[in-house]
């Protein structure tokens, strides 16, 4: 027999209470790691963090909380994209060992082949409070769909997608 605690966790997760609390601490979490990448971009340009990093920024635990940190810095990229900036934890927030960018941040074939020019436009990019404010307005219109939902969305933009995030110019 089950106890009350696992039934309240079966209504949760089959009326999608459990799905809305994660991503009510995912958006959290997400403005928690853009304030505190605005803090320190603000201050050194040159700064970045690791995935560890940012779980210690949260409170979080980096080995059993990877897969939740990677939902949060996805959220963050998603808003960049509506924000029109180029993707601030793609860039910022690094692999723990050897501190390098995450190469499965941009997998699949719509964005794989332009990782390199996505990389090359954070880089060049000095980051002002207007990017951070515009950033965080579009955290707060992104709604409770979790990061993968939102890249869903976004990929429907295709190439045109593409060319948005790379901040050129969008062909018809």
């Known amino acids: 027999m089950r106890d009350d605690a696992q039934c309240d966790r079966s209504r949760a997760k089959s009326t999608g209470k459990e799905a809305g609390v994660a991503t009510a601490v995912q958006h959290a979490d997400s403005v928690m790691i853009v304030e505190h990448l605005e803090k320190h971009l603000l201050q050194d340009p040159a700064y970045h963090m690791t995935y560890s990093d940012a779980a210690a920024v949260l409170g979080r635990n980096a080995a059993s909380d990877g897969r939740h940190i990677g939902q949060v810095t996805s959220r963050i990229d998603a808003a ?11 860039h910022r927030v690094r692999e723990t060992y050897g501190g390098k960018i995450n190469p499965r941040s941009f997998g699949g074939d719509l964005w794989h082949p332009h990782t390199s020019a996505l990389v090359a436009r954070a880089e060049a990019h000095l980051w002002s409070i207007a990017d951070f404010e515009n950033i965080k307005r579009a955290l ?19 190439v045109k997608g593409v060319q948005m995030a790379l901040g050129g110019p969008v062909t018809p």
Not at 80 to 87: G, I, L, Q, R, W
Not at 140 to 158: N, V
């Open 80 to 90: 960049c994209f509506y924000a029109k900036t180029p993707f601030l934890a793609m």
């Open 140 to 158: 707060q219109s992104l709604g409770d769909d979790a990061a993968t939902l939102q890249w869903k969305r976004i990929e429907r933009f295709g």
